[in-house]
């Protein structure tokens, strides 16, 4: 009798899981800390504003962490903005939910936490983030600004370069010119070897030719 008892209350709550929406005890998986992350996409959206800005940064920070499979949460209506969540990202398989924006429509506040009371999501709130590269419309980066180039160390640098150009310049001049002296004075000893030769070794006379 007390087994049938078992059995029949197992088989309510199962029911009651699966039919009536009650939700089930989750163990929360080891996620690591990833503030730093959404510390990066408030830096890259510090021009936008509101839930613009708050959207921006929660698209990016879920993109930057598809591979673990972090995702936007589907929401409409208050704190939402595009029907996503203004400051909630949501994994899967698992359905764990992190709050990563404090103040979210205000000044944003990176921050890296379980949203309360479960630290939990239903999973059908689940949304694939979107490449930031391919809705610069909605989300335009910040630009950041060149600094300015120091133009008295560029003329300087330049005035060393051209010095410098000038010098190998002169040196290439003369080299060439050496080259041609040595090879004038290489056609003299030669011409002068050949007058000795053919005539104190071999006895014959020598036809002189003009270099």
Same mark, same amino acid.
């Given at each position: 009798?007390?087994?049938? $008892?078992?059995?029949?209350?197992?088989?309510?709550?199962?029911?009651?899981?699966?039919?009536?929406?009650?939700?089930?005890?989750?163990?929360?998986?080891?996620?690591?800390?990833?503030?730093?992350?959404?510390?990066?996409?408030?830096?890259?959206?510090?021009?936008?504003?509101?839930?613009?800005?708050?959207?921006?940064?929660?698209?990016? *920070?879920?993109?930057?962490?598809?591979?673990?499979?972090?995702?936007?949460?589907?929401? *409409?209506?208050? #704190? #939402?903005?595009?029907?996503?969540? #203004?400051?909630?990202?949501?994994? $899967?398989?698992?359905?764990?939910?992190? &709050?990563?924006?404090?103040?979210?429509?205000?000044?944003? *506040?990176?921050?890296?936490?379980?949203?309360?009371?479960?630290?939990?999501?239903?999973?059908?709130?689940?949304?694939?983030?979107?490449?930031?590269?391919?809705?610069?419309?909605?989300?335009?980066?910040?630009?950041?600004?060149?600094?300015?180039?120091?133009? &008295?160390?560029?003329?300087?640098?330049?005035?060393?370069?051209?010095?410098?150009? $000038?010098?190998?310049?002169?040196?290439?001049?003369?080299?060439?010119?050496?080259?041609?002296?040595? *090879?004038? $004075?290489?056609?003299?000893?030669?011409?002068?070897?050949?007058?000795?030769?053919?005539?104190?070794?071999?006895?014959?006379?020598?036809?002189?030719?003009?270099?």
């Amino acid at each position: 009798m007390r087994f049938a $008892k078992a059995v029949l209350l197992s088989y309510i709550l199962i029911l009651g899981i699966y039919h009536f929406g009650i939700e089930r005890v989750e163990t929360a998986t080891v996620i690591p800390d990833h503030k730093n992350v959404v510390v990066n996409a408030r830096a890259i959206y510090k021009a936008l504003a509101g839930r613009n800005r708050a959207y921006c940064i929660v698209n990016k *920070t879920a993109w930057d962490l598809r591979n673990e499979g972090a995702g936007t949460f589907f929401k *409409t209506g208050e #704190s #939402s903005y595009l029907d996503r969540s #203004s400051d909630i990202i949501i994994y $899967k398989p698992n359905r764990e939910t992190f &709050d990563i924006l404090g103040d979210a429509e205000g000044v944003a *506040t990176p921050q890296w936490g379980r949203t309360s009371p479960s630290g939990f999501g239903p999973i059908a709130n689940w949304r694939e983030s979107v490449d930031p590269t391919t809705i610069l419309g909605v989300c335009p980066v910040a630009i950041v600004p060149v600094p300015p180039v120091n133009c &008295d160390a560029c003329k300087a640098q330049v005035l060393e370069l051209t010095t410098e150009n $000038k010098r190998l310049h002169d040196e290439n001049v003369k080299l060439r010119t050496d080259l041609q002296t040595l *090879t004038l $004075k290489y056609h003299e000893l030669e011409q002068k070897y050949n007058n000795v030769s053919c005539r104190g070794f071999l006895g014959l006379p020598c036809t002189v030719v003009k270099p």
